[in-house]
């Protein structure tokens, strides 16, 4: 062996042993589903640690891909107000930094935030000057994608992929579609991944988590990510 691949050996060596050390790159990560119990905590102390097990964090086995959605909707019933995104956002940012990542995009989905008042847009606002407010914070840079999800009528797919076009310049950068593609048809959502085309709006799709191959042929025909 060489000097210079007997270094090269090294490094990955040492790389594999201190890998919580290495810069890293986040590019799949739903806010909603990334709450600490830290945080979890300031935005409702009666919730145990044993609620927090079981209700926001997926085992290790789940019975299928809605089972496992299930562990979102305890996120985001307390991402409900401007400080509730606010603090989930920076607390995310937290958790990125002691990772160490130095980039992430992460997603959400708007319009699972307005049940008590915000506005779709006020939703978005509140995250993307969050999002700025983390970068500062922790020197960890990152993007925002919105999401629509599969059991959404086209109106409000429709909805979503608009507000990434009225936030273009931001942090809001790309379109998404997720949630439980076995329980849910494409056709509420072509519509708005055509506006996504026309306007030239980055997009990105799940598929393939509970339909198998299927779902990723019509995803990549239908939607063009």
Not at 141 to 158: D, E, F, G, P
Not at 204 to 224: C, I, N, P, Q
């Amino acid at each position: 062996m060489t000097n210079d691949a007997l270094s090269i050996f090294n490094y990955q060596l040492s790389a594999k042993m201190n890998f919580d050390k290495l810069p890293k790159i986040e590019l799949h990560l739903h806010l909603d589903c990334s709450l600490s119990y830290k945080v979890v905590q300031q935005l409702d102390s009666s919730i145990s640690y044993e609620d927090y097990s079981q209700s926001f964090i997926a085992p290790a086995k789940c019975t299928n891909l809605a089972d496992y959605i299930s562990r979102a909707i305890k996120g985001f019933e307390l991402m409900q107000t401007n400080e509730q995104l606010r603090l989930v956002t920076i607390d995310l940012f937290e958790q990125l930094k002691a990772d160490n990542v130095i980039y992430a995009e992460m997603r959400f989905a708007p319009l699972q935030h307005i049940f008590k008042g915000l506005a779709a847009t006020e939703v978005v606002q509140a995250v993307n000057e969050a999002v700025e407010e983390g970068i500062k914070i922790t020197g960890v840079h990152a993007r925002v994608i919105l999401c629509t999800l599969r059991h959404y009528s086209a109106a409000q797919s429709m909805e979503t992929v608009k507000l990434v076009e009225q936030f273009k310049g931001t942090n809001i950068v790309a379109f998404d579609i997720a949630a439980d593609e076995a329980g849910f048809p494409i056709d509420n959502h072509i519509e708005a991944f055509q506006f996504a085309k026309a306007n030239n709006i980055h997009c990105t799709a799940h598929a393939g988590e509970a339909k198998g191959a299927d779902s990723v042929w019509e995803t990549l025909e239908h939607f063009r990510p």
